[in-house]
């Protein structure tokens, strides 16, 4: 989530119809596992495609093909150089505009490092606090979600921008090897052989604060 | 039942207990400095019937002038009626928070039976206000029949409230102030006044105002003082507002009322020409507006022309307004008819902005637009028609000798104008465009969009699917005659190179991913129309849409005689929405549709193509009650409305 803010409020510059985030981990007994993360545009790839072509919109500098490929494999590269990170993949259907990474960590206490690498790279010059966004211990994984989201001024943002945040949705898959006794956020959706756990929500709601994505999940 | 926002009935009136904090003073909030102004200005509702002018006593430089013809609205409603909705009695009760129950009684006796106190409610009623050099004032003027019975009243408010209330005497009339407002009377009009003497700035010589690089700035040493914070005592603050109240401008006010009532004026509205052409044709309801006062409204021009800076530019926009619009008048009137309200304008006067108007408006409507116009799902079209180089022309020639006389700024803009002359080709531009417009919207149209999007199994594994998707858009049509030809396909042939669209042989294309999203834009007879309908421009583009399909002669007469018309269907709207699915994907929008529907047909606003003697535009709401009067339908509308936002049902 922390990397993908400042693409969603890009996005919000170009977009006119809803989007989806998605963020899955695939978590092994002993603290390994594979995160992916998704975002798929593509009822809105009329407007991307259109913006893309023009190469401004609202003032903006809407980026080429070339410069989203190269800035893929930009984070591609800063994931594969952290440690305990490996198999990195990208996927980028630029007809659809949908997007996807995903990588193997060894364990959490490393892919919170990548994430906060990779937030760093994505801000650029921009200064960037760390925060751990996934917690794993006494067999209880944890979701954080503490951002300083009091910085964004979301009523300040237009109506047409708040509408397309409130219509677009972030959602949360993290998948077990054993059953899940227990969560904490009762938003959540348990599979039936409880051993994956859903969490769906506007991002509207995520970012003025009215939902969240933290979890506490024991197994 | 009686308690906190219950309702009871009292002596025949429908009343409304509320608590002390409601939505509906949340509502009234902007109106509680002028909260006896209020409850005076609702007096102007309760009127019905006579003919008593008081415009003698309002001078002709006034900047406006609203007037209720009670007597003419009192033959189509019954307006004591009105005046029991039970939206008005919240809204009093609003008024008279804070004065005890006696005084409150005498106040609603004041408002829905005026006369009870002297007023004359047979009369028609004025509010007026002018705003120049010497302030800003309004008053209300109410004719009396009994003078008498207006000072008994104001001798039981002194009697009643906590500070009596003295009675000064000027002459033949008699001035109470009270708080917040004035009100004097004599035997024929009691007026009610309030407003706030102008701000005197001492002369200013800004040309030999050292300004900052010839100003040597003596260093001084700053010493650091420990500030101590200390809460002032209530006390104290009391007598700061005490104070300040004081260094208000109550005798401006009486000044006010001193030249209204004693005619000290050079000549009032009765003796304007143009008020009394604009009001040889009664109206339920009346404004007039001097349009040059109310352009530069809150603009200082001694103060602000020629100095640098934003206050300069401000200063540059007034003076330009003020030559634009001197000797220009706005008149409008408002109509309650059966099933309709109707809204006329006229602008007139001598104003140079006028004569440019009436020459820029003399065009003509090109015909040959009609048959490209598919009426069968028309929901609304607005066209405008100007000549384009008397427009420009006209405005150079009040513009330029505005600006050149200007310090700092007159110069050197002439200079840059001249400069641009020699770049510009006017000619050629007024022969590109000729500059008359024609936008439609024909019709909401569906398109399916196919997206990927994702389904997730037992084990919340996501999938790709395949799924179409419905997006409703406008189908719209613009057009504009062009002169020149080959100039307007170099235009085109500079979008082609920057890609902004396809040249597809007989017209041009926007390269969309879907239906929804592709535009047309196609050179057809002096026309250039762009769309999104490609049927239109793709297969109808030399035989233009079916006649049976076309304009009917009313649409017809409105582009041909007016040089502004605009049409609204408020039903053919709502069908589309409804038949669409705009409702479903955008229901907040399709709620207030649906309101708008119950009520309203279609709306109309012409400019008429016949400009002398004054510039006439005309607005009319067509109501689906086509048997109730529209007074009566529109303070229902707003009656219904107050009672939802306090949270209340109606009875």
Redesign the interface.
């Known amino acids: 989530m922390k990397f993908v803010l400042p693409i969603i409020l890009t996005s919000l510059i170009l977009l006119t119809g809803c989007f989806e985030v998605r963020e899955e981990v695939d978590l092994q007994a002993d603290g390994s596992g594979r995160v992916t993360l998704t975002l798929n545009l593509s009822e809105s790839k009329a407007n991307v495609a259109n913006y893309m072509r023009l190469g401004t919109f609202n003032g903006q500098e809407v980026p080429t093909r070339q410069e989203i490929e190269e800035e893929i494999a930009l984070m591609k590269k800063t994931l594969a150089a952290c440690k305990g990170i490996s198999e990195v993949r990208s996927y980028a259907d630029f007809s659809n505009f949908i997007f996807s990474l995903s990588a193997r960590f060894d364990k959490v206490e490393n892919l919170n490092t990548a994430v906060n690498k990779l937030a760093a790279v994505n801000a650029g010059k921009q200064q960037v606090q760390p925060f751990s966004n996934f917690g794993y211990a006494s067999r209880v994984f944890r979701r954080h979600f503490e951002y300083p989201l009091e910085l964004i001024d979301y009523q300040g943002l237009t109506t047409m921008q708040r509408y397309m945040l409130e219509s677009a949705r972030m959602i949360s898959v993290y998948r077990f090897e054993q059953p899940i006794k227990t969560y904490s956020n009762p938003k959540s959706q348990i599979a039936p052989n409880k051993r994956a756990i859903k969490l769906e929500a506007a991002l509207g709601a995520l970012l003025n604060g009215s939902a969240t994505l933290a979890n506490a999940i024991s197994f | 039942m009686e308690g906190q926002g219950a309702r009871a009935k009292n002596q025949g009136d429908i009343r409304i207990l509320l608590p002390a904090k409601n939505p509906i003073s949340n509502l009234l909030k902007p109106l509680e400095p002028m909260k006896n102004l209020a409850l005076a200005l609702s007096l102007l509702l309760s009127s019905t019937l006579g003919a008593q002018d008081l415009t003698s006593y309002i001078p002709s430089d006034v900047s406006f002038l609203f007037t209720w013809n009670a007597d003419l609205v009192g033959k189509k409603v019954k307006t004591r009626q009105l005046m029991q909705q039970e939206s008005m009695d919240l809204i009093f009760q609003q008024l008279v928070q804070g004065l005890d129950s006696i005084q409150q009684e005498e106040y609603r006796t004041l408002m829905t039976s005026p006369e009870t106190y002297g007023i004359n409610n047979n009369a028609p009623m004025h509010l007026a206000g002018r705003w120049n050099e010497t302030g800003n004032f309004y008053a209300l003027l109410m004719p009396l029949t009994n003078s008498s019975l207006l000072e008994t009243f104001v001798a039981r408010q002194s009697v009643l409230s906590d500070e009596p209330i003295a009675i000064e005497q000027y002459g033949d009339y008699s001035l109470a102030k009270l708080a917040g407002y004035h009100l004097a009377w004599n035997r024929q009009v009691a007026i009610v006044a309030g407003g706030r003497a102008a701000e005197v700035y001492p002369d200013f010589d800004w040309e030999s105002y050292p300004y900052e690089e010839e100003y040597e700035y003596e260093e001084e040493e700053i010493v650091e003082e420990e500030i101590i914070e200390e809460e002032a005592p209530a006390e104290e603050e009391e007598m700061i507002e005490e104070e300040m109240a004081v260094e208000e401008t109550p005798d401006a006010v009486a000044g006010w009322i001193a030249e209204l009532l004693g005619r000290s004026f050079a000549s009032s509205l009765q003796s304007h020409p143009d008020y009394l052409k604009a009001v040889a044709k009664p109206a339920d309801a009346h404004l007039w507006v001097d349009y040059r006062q109310f352009m530069t409204m809150g603009q200082d021009l001694s103060m602000m022309g020629g100095v640098p800076g934003a206050a300069g530019a401000m200063g540059m926009a007034a003076q330009l307004f003020d030559d634009m619009y001197k000797g220009t008048f706005l008149s409008m009137t408002l109509n309650f008819n059966k099933g309709e309200l109707e809204m006329n304008s006229h602008m007139l006067g001598q104003g140079k902005m006028i004569e440019v108007m009436q020459e820029a408006y003399d065009t003509r409507f090109n015909k040959k637009m009609w048959k490209y116009v598919d009426s069968r799902f028309l929901l609304g079209y607005y066209t405008l028609q100007v000549d384009v180089e008397k427009l420009v022309e006209g405005l150079k020639d009040i513009i330029y000798p505005a600006i050149a006389e200007m310090p700092m700024y007159g110069e050197s803009f002439i200079r840059m104008m001249d400069v641009v002359g020699i770049v510009v080709d006017e000619d050629a531009l007024y022969d590109l465009f000729k500059g008359d417009l024609f936008v439609a919207i024909t019709g909401i149209r569906q398109a399916e969009?196919p997206?990927?999007?994702?389904e997730?199994d037992?084990?919340?594994?996501?999938s790709?699917v395949e799924k179409v998707?419905k997006k409703q858009y406008p189908e719209f049509l613009v057009m504009t005659s062009y002169g020149n030809e080959e100039n307007m396909r170099k235009l085109l042939r500079l979008g082609e190179s920057f890609?902004a669209f396809l040249n597809m042989g007989e017209y041009y294309q926007t390269?969309?991913?879907?239906e929804?999203?592709t535009y047309y834009l196609a050179m057809k007879d002096g026309i250039m129309l762009f769309t999104n309908d490609g049927g239109l421009i793709a297969g109808r583009l030399n035989a233009g849409v079916e006649k049976a399909a076309r304009l009917n002669k009313t649409h017809r007469k409105n582009l041909r005689k007016n040089v502004q018309a605009m049409y609204w269907d408020v039903q053919s709207t709502w069908q589309a929405i409804q038949e669409t699915g705009v409702a479903e994907s955008d229901a907040e929008m399709a709620e207030i549709m649906q309101g708008i529907s119950d009520k309203v047909v279609d709306a109309t606003f012409i400019t008429s193509r016949k400009v002398k003697p004054s510039i006439h535009g005309k607005m009319s709401l067509k109501l689906k009650d086509s048997e109730s009067n529209a007074l009566e339908q529109v303070v229902g509308l707003l009656n219904q409305l107050i009672l939802e936002a306090a949270g209340l049902e109606r009875i």
């Open positions: 969009i997206v990927t999007s994702y997730y037992t084990d919340f594994n996501p790709q998707i890609n390269a969309g991913q879907d929804s999203d």
